[in-house]
């Protein structure tokens, strides 16, 4: 009996470059799927890392001052601790708030819903069955009702608010010991404490940003909302600043629902300024001018910046798409930034601070050819 022989130049190497790729994507997918499980976990564990990072040099500039470490970390956690509770506060009034606009405006929706009938059945020439199908699919009262139960679940926060303010107290505490931990490990693995301060460098920086952007936004359509009289103008206005943090979908998110109300109240000139202001003000700040700061001041390009958006979002729900940023750029540290044999990917994904610095050399041996030569 013979044995068959396989051609060994057919067989893949387990050390072969392809091999190692789809290795290390069978892993990832393996990481995400774990991920995506533990999301009611691994969503606030990360906005309590961050929210401890942002507060940090708060502590660090009171202990420089001379107060106590015990008092200077007491007084981070309160300072986050008021600030969720100021946005807790909010979202709980506007949903109170919310419940009581919304059986006034049921005579409007209906006849809304009657004007549409009228216009695709009468002026188009639509069927009735693709008329119903249509109207049923843009009922007004189903959004809304869409739209408080979002709320209303956000507000049954119970234990995930004691779990998130627990992480930022443990957090903050530790945080004592943290640079005395990066300084031990950095004998041994110094990219890699670069890599993470690096992160929460930029971190704060989007937080920072993000948060001026977000209020200056929010105060101008309240006081747009305020002057045409639109019902809920604070809600909307507070929905704008949380979205803020939302690249590029978070305009269109507070769009529709002040637009809708705008409508209601006030008819088609109230929607139509409405519209026009969030399209021109407010895309022009968080859709062109905030991206484009925020992508600069972390290093991720804007293409990254909105499809990081899609993936959390996907993968950790609303919490991963409010901190879709930092959560790519915690990715980039741990994946590329804390190996420096990766440092080749950094202009694929928007440091490109030595392009630029190529393309002005460049930029200047054209000139200087061009001079005439004396």
Same mark, same amino acid.
């Given at each position: ?6 051609n060994?130049?057919?067989t ?10 789809l290795?290390?994507?069978?892993a ?29 040099? #708060? $502590?660090? %500039?009171?202990m420089?001052r001379?107060?106590?470490p015990?008092?200077?970390?007491? &007084?981070?956690?309160?300072? =986050?601790?008021?600030m ?5 506060a ?10 009581k ?5 049921a ?5 809304l819903s009657d004007?549409? *009938? ?13 008329? *119903? ?7 007004? %009262? ?5 739209a408080y139960?979002?709320?209303?679940s ?29 300084? #031990?490990? $950095?004998?041994?693995r110094? !990219?890699v404490?670069?890599a ?7 971190? *704060? ?7 001026l952007?977000g209020?200056i ?13 639109? /019902?809920?103008?604070?809600?909307w206005?507070?929905l704008?600043f ?5 690249p +590029?979908?978070? +305009?269109w998110?507070?769009?529709?629902p &002040?637009?809708?109300?705008a ?5 088609? /000139?109230? +929607?139509?300024? =409405?519209?026009?202001f ?8 968080q ?7 925020v ?15 899609? +993936?959390?979002? &996907?993968?950790l729900? !609303? ?11 915690f ?10 044999e990766?440092?080749?990917?950094? /202009?694929?994904?928007?440091d490109?601070s ?8 460049? %930029?200047?041996e054209?000139k &200087?050819a061009k001079r005439p $030569?004396v």
């Open positions: 009996m013979s044995a068959s022989t396989g060994p130049a057919s893949p190497s387990p050390n072969s470059s392809g091999t190692k790729v290795i290390s994507l069978a990832a997918v393996i990481v995400l799927i774990g991920l995506s499980s533990i999301s009611s976990i691994v969503g606030p564990v990360f906005l309590a890392l961050v929210l401890t990072i942002c507060v940090y040099p #708060v $502590k660090q %500039r009171l420089a001379g107060v106590a015990v008092l200077a970390g007491l &007084a981070t956690i309160l300072s =986050v601790y008021a969720i509770g100021a946005l807790v909010s979202l709980w009034v506007s949903a109170v708030q919310l419940t606009l919304l059986p006034q405006f005579p409007q929706i209906t006849e004007d549409l *009938r009228i216009f695709l059945h009468d002026s188009l020439g639509i069927g009735d069955e693709q008329v *119903r199908a249509i109207v049923d699919s843009v009922d007004l %009262r189903v959004l809304f009702d869409t139960t979002i709320l209303g956000a507000m049954n926060v119970g234990s995930g608010l004691v779990f998130l303010l627990l992480l930022i107290m443990f957090m903050s505490i530790d945080a004592t010991y943290f640079p005395t931990i990066l300084a #031990v490990v $950095k004998e041994k110094a !990219p404490v670069d993470l301060s690096n992160f929460a460098k930029l971190s *704060r920086s989007f937080m920072i940003m993000t948060t952007f209020a936004v929010a105060a101008l359509n309240l006081a747009l909302l305020l002057i045409l009289g639109v /019902p809920g103008a604070g809600l206005a507070l704008s949380v979205c803020g943090f939302i +590029f979908i978070g +305009f998110i507070s769009l529709v &002040a637009a809708i109300m409508l209601l109240a006030g008819g088609l /000139p109230t +929607f139509i300024g =409405v519209v026009a969030y399209g021109v003000i407010n895309s022009l700040i859709s062109i001018i905030q991206p484009k700061f992508s600069g001041s972390v290093n991720l390009n804007m293409t990254l910046t909105f499809l990081s958006v899609i +993936f959390w979002s &996907a993968l729900g !609303p919490l991963g798409a409010l901190m879709a940023v930092p959560l790519t750029l990715a980039r540290a741990i994946l590329v930034d804390s190996h420096p990766s440092a080749w990917l950094k /202009p694929f994904i928007g490109v030595g392009s630029k610095a190529m393309l002005a050399a460049q %930029r200047a054209g &200087a $030569k």
